[in-house]
């Protein structure tokens, strides 16, 4: 099922990669070329609803007082309230705030959830914070955007350099301002003030369901493939752990040191991820190695690229043997990669569709929240099951009747959806 190809020239190079807000704005003008969603609407989800900024105060454990900088911007909220996570990073800004709170709106709406997209963070290290630091700061920036979040207004969640914990500061922070205890306000809780069963595995779940039903539609047989799986954190380790369990060969995974490869098969249950033991891939068996860049370019039939941003450029494309790629972790693939596999007839599912079972058991942690009543992981995993096949086959008729690229395809069906969503409310006043 692989083929190869000559290498492009140098020439070819991407000097610069887009911003998170210069993709979500390419990828809107692609989607609308595509659907006939009125222009004034297309005007409309250029822009964000708004972007609130706000100055945090933290005493430090030496007594000294810090200020810092955090965000929210909310994209659009036509079809719900406003969903998305929350980062800790020294390089967190505006721009792409906004930029990721767009994504989230395409996301969710692919996945037919009614929320709109929102992110935000704070400008900060978190490595550089105590515990007790971290926990200050968290509480004061809930304060902070008290107004601006709420289980109908907007919901945050876990996001890089933020976990359960943050969010639990977070959901107590704010119920004890409003005076009851309010746990829809945010998702990714620990369980036992209301977070789901299944969240932490459910875009790694998500990713290997959606890669099923790529080799499915391709007419492979998951006993027959074999899959490289670059990256092995929450969401590449629980990935490549059921593909394996349903039967595919996972022949290489990856963490930011290396990988390892084995053509016969890696035995994944005992690879370490990267929460069992961090950067412990190589030190599990350091024969039959592999750089992470040879990974991507290995002869396997599925590639699931669940690490970071733009690693398939337009430097590697030309040289990348999978026939499908599974964007695993948000925007692996630059646009000019996109357009160079899509030339040499690979197919992308695009991370929007892909890794989406986290913001869909978000969802159902917000159910479970506001109707008080717990879900069994069963139940979860059920119910992303049938969520994640509802969506793939709304973007799968996309492609089969208009024979578009799977992630132009999904972008059309949320972009409709939004389009829609705007017409039946209409513009007030
Ligand atoms: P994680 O921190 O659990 O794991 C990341 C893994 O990638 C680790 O094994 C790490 O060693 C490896 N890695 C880091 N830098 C690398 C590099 N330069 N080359 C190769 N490997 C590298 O993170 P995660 O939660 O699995 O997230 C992975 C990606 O998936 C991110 O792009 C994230 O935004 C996206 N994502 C995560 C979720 C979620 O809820 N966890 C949901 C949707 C999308």
């Not at 990669?17 to 009125?38: F, G, H, K, M």
């Not at 959830?113 to 920036?141: A, M, N, Y």
């Not at 499908?324 to 693939?333: R, S």
């Amino acid at each position: 099922m692989t083929q190869k190809q000559t290498p492009r020239s140098e020439s070819d190079s991407e000097s610069t990669t887009e911003s998170p807000l210069e993709t979500a704005r390419r990828q809107l003008r692609t989607a609308a070329s595509r659907t006939d969603v009125d222009a004034g609407v297309i005007e409309r989800l250029k822009h964000p609803t708004r972007v609130v900024e706000v100055s945090i105060p933290l005493e430090r454990d030496d007594g000294t007082v810090d200020v810092f900088t955090g965000y929210r911007a909310q994209h659009d909220d036509v079809r719900g309230p406003y969903k998305g996570g929350l980062r800790y990073h020294p390089d967190v800004n505006a721009d792409e705030c906004v930029g990721l709170a767009m994504w989230m709106t395409w996301k969710c709406a692919v996945m037919d959830i009614p929320f709109g997209g929102g992110k935000g963070g704070i400008v900060v290290d978190p490595k550089e914070l105590s515990d007790d630091e971290k926990e200050r700061l968290t509480r004061r920036f809930a304060e902070e955007i008290r107004d601006e979040v709420g289980p109908s207004r907007d919901i945050p969640a876990p996001d890089m350099g933020t976990d359960a914990q943050t969010m639990a500061w977070f959901m107590d922070a704010y119920s004890m301002q409003e005076g009851e205890t309010i746990p829809g306000v945010v998702t990714g809780k620990p369980p036992v003030i209301g977070g789901s069963y299944g969240r932490e595995e459910a875009p790694g779940r998500s990713v290997a369901i959606v890669a099923r039903e790529a080799i499915e539609y391709y007419d492979e047989s998951l006993d027959d493939v074999s899959i490289a799986v670059q990256g092995y954190g929450s969401v590449g380790a629980n990935a490549a752990r059921l593909l394996d369990e349903w039967g595919a060969d996972i022949v290489a995974v990856s963490d930011v040191n290396g990988g390892l490869y084995d053509p016969d098969g890696l035995q994944t249950q005992d690879v370490p991820s990267h929460k069992e033991e961090p950067e412990g891939v190589m030190r599990y068996d350091s024969s039959n190695t592999v750089s992470n860049e040879e990974l991507l370019e290995l002869d396997v039939d599925v590639l699931i690229p669940a690490a970071i941003g733009n690693v398939i450029t337009a430097d590697n494309a030309d040289r990348i043997q999978a026939d499908i790629v599974v964007e695993g972790a948000n925007g692996p693939t630059t646009s000019s990669a996109d357009s160079i596999l899509h030339e040499r007839g690979k197919h992308v599912i695009p991370d929007i569709l892909a890794n989406a079972g986290g913001v869909t058991v978000s969802y159902f942690e917000w159910l479970q929240d506001i109707n008080r009543r717990t879900w069994s992981k069963e139940r979860v995993n059920d119910e992303l099951e049938s969520a994640m096949l509802d969506a793939w086959s709304d973007v799968k008729a996309e492609v089969d009747a208009r024979g578009m690229s799977w992630r132009d395809a999904a972008y059309v069906v949320a972009l409709n959806r939004i389009g829609e969503a705007k017409e039946a409310r209409g513009l007030w006043p």
